[in-house]
C-alpha cells in the first residue's frame, strides 16, 4: 500500500474503489490501524464508494516527526484528500478517528459530505476516567502488554464476545511502548469540543455499542444530539467501544442505507 507526503508526515494508507466514484475517509481509533475498518471497505466498494483507509501519526506505518494533536491528524486527512484529487468526502472515524473527523469538520466544513462516527464523543476525559486510563498506561509501562494490562486495554477497546483480540493484542505487545507516549499526549490533552460541534451540519450517523467501557451511550448519544445537521444515532447491541469492528453485520446495513440516502 502506498504513502503520502503530507503535513511533512508519510501518511500510510490503503485506497479501494473506483477514484472517479464518491469518497469515504476511514480513521481509526487510539491503539488500531486502517485494518480495523476491513469488514466494511468491500461492501462499500461494492456499493459503488471509493474508499480511503489510512494509519494515523503513531499508529501502523505511519510515524511521526514531532508532537501532535487531533487538529493535526484532521489537517492529515484534508492533506490525503488534496494528495489524492478528492475536494470532498464523506469522514467516518472511530473513537480518536471520530475526534478528527469532527475538527476536520470543522476546519474545513465545505470538504466534509457527511459523517460517520463510532464510539465516540465531542467531550474529553472524566477525572475518573482520566485516572483510569493513567493507571492503565503506568501499568502498561511497567509491566508491558501481554499479560493483566493487555487484559485491561482489551476489556476498553472490546466487548466480552469479541474473537479477534489476541491479533490486535500482538500489535500492541509489537509496539515499543515508548512510542505509544505522543499518541496518548494527544489522546489525554484534547480539548471538549462540546460547545462546537452545532456549528457541524452536515447529515451524520452515529454507532455506539451499548456495552462500550471506554466512552458511554449517554457521551455519544449527546454528541449525536449536539450535532447541528440531521442526525441518527444507533444503539449496537453487544459491541464493546469498536462497534464496526466487533459487530459488521449490525453496523454495515445501517451504514449503506445512510450512505444510499445522501444527495
Excluded at 511533512?8 to 480513521?27: F, K, R, V, W
Excluded at 494533536?69 to 484528500?81: F, H, K, R, T
Excluded at 465545505?110 to 498506561?137: I, K, M, N
Aim: glycine letters at 12%.
Amino acid at each position: 500500500m502506498p504513502f503520502a507526503a503530507v503535513n511533512g508526515q508519510n501518511i500510510h494508507y490503503q485506497d479501494s474503489g473506483d477514484p472517479a466514484s464518491p469518497a469515504i475517509i476511514l480513521s481509526h481509533g487510539f491503539t488500531m490501524g486502517h485494518e480495523m475498518w476491513e469488514h466494511q471497505i468491500a461492501p462499500l466498494v461494492e456499493a459503488g464508494w471509493r474508499v480511503i483507509a489510512h494509519d494515523e501519526r503513531g499508529w501502523g506505518q505511519t510515524t511521526f516527526t514531532e508532537p501532535f494533536d487531533y487538529w493535526d491528524l484532521a489537517n492529515d486527512v484534508l492533506g490525503l484528500m488534496d494528495h489524492l484529487g478528492i475536494e470532498q468526502a464523506v469522514l467516518a472515524g472511530m473513537s480518536q478517528g471520530g475526534f478528527l473527523s469532527l475538527r476536520a469538520a470543522l476546519t474545513a466544513p465545505e470538504r466534509v459530505r457527511a459523517l460517520v462516527l463510532v464510539d465516540t464523543e465531542a467531550g474529553v476525559f472524566s477525572e475518573e476516567g482520566r485516572a483510569g486510563f493513567q493507571a492503565l498506561f503506568d501499568g502498561a509501562l511497567a509491566l508491558g502488554l501481554s499479560g493483566e494490562m493487555g487484559d485491561a486495554l482489551q476489556m476498553a477497546l472490546f466487548g466480552p464476545d469479541f474473537d479477534d483480540a489476541r491479533y490486535w493484542r500482538g500489535k500492541w505487545t509489537a509496539k515499543p511502548l515508548a512510542q505509544w507516549m505522543a499518541a496518548k499526549e494527544c489522546l489525554f490533552e484534547r480539548e471538549d469540543l462540546t460547545d462546537r460541534i452545532g456549528e457541524i451540519t452536515c447529515p451524520s450517523i452515529s454507532f455506539h455499542g451499548d456495552v462500550d467501557a471506554a466512552i458511554g451511550l449517554d457521551e455519544g448519544r449527546a454528541l449525536s444530539d449536539g450535532l447541528g445537521g440531521p442526525s441518527t444515532f444507533v444503539v449496537v447491541p453487544g459491541a464493546g467501544h469498536s462497534a464496526n469492528l466487533e459487530k459488521p453485520e449490525l453496523v454495515n446495513p445501517a451504514l449503506l442505507e445512510f450512505l444510499a440516502r445522501l444527495d
